[in-house]
């Protein structure tokens, strides 16, 4: 956990410490250290409301001990009757977050810095929530790849028991199960046809031919209709609707998994014993539920011994893969009048491993990436998911040499030996000054061309790719940039197209278009680039994914 900074609110750089903290609970100290030093001995209590409850819900609370609130009370905005300058409302925009209810009246003066601090504790709790549903949202999506990376081998596997023995083994290891059961539907999208034991994984057959269901039902068959859950002997209900009388003491819980996708049941897994507990469970029964949509689609394939049933399958589900990648990707450009923007990415597959992005911060600036992870394909998509998280945690808040710095580490500890990496080039705009500064990871040279000279400035690397070692110091590049100065970002699928002759299309043709396109309209100048490399190749899809962006100064 970080140091809170017990600086009191002078600045703006202390203002601008609120938006460093990764935890709400780093957040409201950092609050309450502030309060307590503009503030001393009076009380207060910040109170946050919930969405669709007209109740308000105790954050923190401090000073000489006064305050009737406990932190995680559910009060109404006149629980405590104070005067109207006595309440100062926390707001995002247009939306009331919240409530700062203060035991006395502040003076002038430190009332506007708390209405400062409080517009950005405001704005510091939106990003918070942000960031951990982008976060959540990419697990989910690398859980699928992850499920469909282990799909491809098995979609190649011709024999049935050795698919279903694997998708159980895979199923169990998720979850470290003490044993497991693979049921299949006699016919795949029919309930009522009923279910077959196809595999059994540390249990003998008989113990789980034991099982019964309760009040006559016909047990597992009855789960189907079910969502994926954990069931726990310790649970109000019969544990996965079994008659306890025919439970052994040693199952203590079991995770009911049916197969389906896309609204076909194909079967259902049981989990027996998993090393699982409330904390964790929906992230892990999320991850299953991945898994299950894979295995449901295997089923079906092996049960209708069609070879494009198995082709279709994988080719809907790179699809799907592909879709989400794309929606990754910046859908508009940041609002400015100080810049334009324009920029494709192209995958080699149908997924891949390159990454841009725009982000404006809270303090005006603009930030900007591309990066190239090795390879192309699911591995590659994979990392590259998991490194757009952590930019878009850290980017804003950091100066990119040291943005580069901490990703390096991050991407270090996730490849691990395998040998992957990332090149990437850090992008920082400032929109008063426009001052430019980039910091680049190993990546291919950048190209600057200047309006008043027509020149093309390169821009080299400033250290090694991500993931080779950590604790690398990186440098960066700083310069002032003048109305027509065009940036050139790309990945080196660019540069690296090659013909029919073996002729990569190389640095350059791609400076040679910028220099004669340049001075035009950036989009137009984005069309060109493509439509050059088009030719070139002879093609509009390439064997490395191909990404460009640019930056013009209007």
């Not at 070139?536 to 100064?553: E, H, N, P, S, W």
Request: one cysteine or more; hydrophobic letters at 45%.
């Amino acid at each position: 956990m970080r140091v809170v900074d017990q600086r009191p609110w002078v600045s703006a750089a202390a203002l601008a410490e609120l938006h460093s903290f990764r935890t709400q609970h780093e957040l409201d100290e950092c609050l309450r250290s502030g309060i307590e030093q503009l503030l001393p001995g009076l009380d207060f209590a910040v109170c946050l409301a919930a969405e669709g409850d007209t109740t308000l819900r105790v954050s923190l609370v401090g000073g000489s001990g006064g305050c009737p609130f406990v932190p995680g009370q559910r009060v109404g905005y006149d629980s405590w009757a104070l005067a109207p300058e006595q309440r100062l409302p926390i707001t995002f925009r247009d939306h009331v977050l919240g409530v700062l209810f203060l035991g006395g009246a502040p003076e002038d003066a430190a009332r506007g810095l708390l209405e400062q601090a409080l517009v950005h504790y405001g704005t510091a709790l939106v990003n918070l929530t942000l960031n951990l549903e982008s976060r959540q949202a990419t697990e989910n999506y690398c859980a699928s790849l992850q499920a469909l990376e282990e799909g491809i081998v098995l979609f190649q596997e011709e024999d049935p028991a050795a698919v279903m023995a694997r998708l159980l083994s895979l199923a169990s290891g998720m979850v470290q199960a003490a044993a497991g059961a693979l049921f299949v539907l006699n016919e795949v999208g029919k309930v009522e046809s009923g279910l077959r034991l196809e595999q059994v994984l540390g249990m003998p057959e008989s113990l789980l031919g034991q099982f019964r269901g309760c009040d006559g039902s016909v047990w597992p068959d009855v789960l189907l209709e079910q969502p994926a859950h954990l069931a726990s002997r310790d649970d109000a209900m019969p544990m996965a609707m079994l008659d306890p009388a025919s439970v052994p003491p040693i199952l203590q819980s079991l995770v009911v998994l049916p197969l389906r996708y896309h609204g076909v049941q194909a079967g259902l897994c049981l989990l027996f014993n998993p090393v699982l507990d409330a904390a964790n469970a929906r992230d892990h029964l999320s991850r299953l539920q991945s898994f299950a949509q894979l295995a449901a689609a295997l089923l079906h394939r092996l049960q209708l011994e069609a070879l494009t049933a198995n082709s279709q399958s994988i080719a809907r589900e790179l699809q799907i893969a592909e879709t989400i990648q794309k929606r990754l990707l910046p859908s508009r450009s940041p609002t400015t009048d100080e810049y334009e923007f324009a920029w494709v990415s192209i995958a080699a597959k149908n997924i891949g491993g390159d990454y841009l992005d725009l982000l404006p911060s809270d303090l005006g600036d603009l930030y900007g990436i591309v990066a190239d992870a090795s390879g192309h394909g699911i591995n590659s998509a994979l990392l590259m998911s998991s490194f757009r998280a952590n930019y878009r945690s850290n980017a804003p808040w950091s100066e990119p040499n040291e943005v580069a710095a901490r990703l390096n580490d991050e991407v270090c500890n996730e490849v691990g030996p395998t040998g992957m990496f990332i090149t990437s080039a850090f992008v920082r705009l400032e929109r008063e000054t426009k001052m430019l500064t980039i910091c680049s990871a190993g990546h291919n040279p950048l190209y600057l061309l200047r309006a008043s000279s027509g020149v093309v400035e390169t821009i080299e690397s400033h250290g090694p790719p991500l993931g080779f070692v950590t604790g690398v110091d990186y440098g960066s590049f700083s310069t002032r940039l003048e109305s027509g100065d065009v940036l050139l970002l790309y990945t080196d699928g660019i540069t690296e197209a090659g013909n029919t002759d073996g002729e990569m299309f190389g640095d350059e043709r791609l400076v040679s278009v910028l220099m004669e396109h340049g001075r035009g309209d950036v989009g137009k100048l984005l069309e060109v680039v493509r439509a050059e490399l088009a030719r070139f190749a002879g093609r509009d899809r390439y064997d490395d994914d191909v990404t460009l962006m640019l930056i013009k100064v209007v």
